[in-house]
Each structure stands twice: as structure tokens, then as C-alpha cells.
Nanobody, 128 residues
Framework: QLQLVESGGGLVQPGGSLRLSCTAS????????IGWFRQAPGKEREGLSC????????NYADSVKGRFTISRDNAKNTVYLQMNSMGPEDTAVYSC?????????????????????WGQGTQVTVSS
């Protein structure tokens, strides 16, 4: 069993940056692929990025590629999402999720199905 807690959300001005953290409790964190997702009001959940257990492979949705960076520190049981050049379209609730069955493959869509464990989400608002 894995429990995930996101932190780092908040209000940021357009063009600004935020770093989200996803901290896990439980065993064998390094065996889980971690994904970041977001959901804006009235919109479907969007897969943003994923990272393999070792951190050696990452994948990004086109909407965030070049602006967001995913990384992990397995010693701290934490995955990060660095978000730069943010705009109002990035306003959403951001959630991380973990899976031992879904793969993280560059160029493939980050799908939420197959992710077994989810955090509660953290609100990110981009506004002046």
C-alpha cells in the first residue's frame, strides 16, 4: 500500500514558477512509476508527465513539454514537478499517482487508468 501527499501548490503570477512535491509513505517506492495529472473545473483529467522508478525515463504531454520537469529522489520518497512559464491555462488541481503496472514511455499519452494510488491533490492558480 502506498500513500501519496502533494504539496507546493498555490497562487502564482503568469510567467512564474512553482515546484510541486509528491511524497509517498510505504515500501518499495522505487518500484513505482509516478505520474502527475491535473484537472481544471469543467474539464477532464489530463495526464501531464510520468517518471519511471529509477528516474531514468520521463515523459511529458505536449501541453507542458519544455515548461515542466519531473524528477524524483527515491531516498526521500518524493517526486517533483517543476513548473515554469506558467499561464492561466495551468490553473487546476494537480495530483500525483503511482502504479506498478503502467509503463512510462516517451511519446505516449500519460493515461490515468492503471494508476492505483492517488494523492488528494493540490490547487494551483495562475493569476495576476
Amino acid at each position: 500500500q502506498l500513500q501519496l501527499v502533494e504539496s507546493g501548490g498555490g497562487l502564482v503570477q503568469p510567467g512564474g514558477s512553482l515546484r510541486l512535491s509528491c511524497t509517498a509513505s510505504g515500501v518499495s517506492f522505487h518500484t513505482y512509476v509516478i505520474g502527475w495529472f491535473r484537472q481544471a473545473p469543467g474539464k477532464e483529467r489530463e495526464g501531464l508527465s510520468c517518471i519511471t522508478g529509477s528516474g531514468g525515463i520521463t515523459n511529458y504531454a505536449d501541453s507542458v513539454k519544455g515548461r515542466f520537469t519531473i524528477s524524483r529522489d527515491n531516498a526521500k520518497n518524493t517526486v517533483y514537478l517543476q513548473m515554469n512559464s506558467m499561464g492561466p491555462e495551468d490553473t487546476a488541481v494537480y495530483s500525483c499517482a503511482a502504479t506498478q503496472f503502467q509503463k512510462c514511455i516517451p511519446g505516449f499519452r500519460v493515461e490515468s487508468r492503471g494508476y492505483d494510488f492517488w494523492g488528494q491533490g493540490t490547487q494551483v492558480t495562475v493569476s495576476s
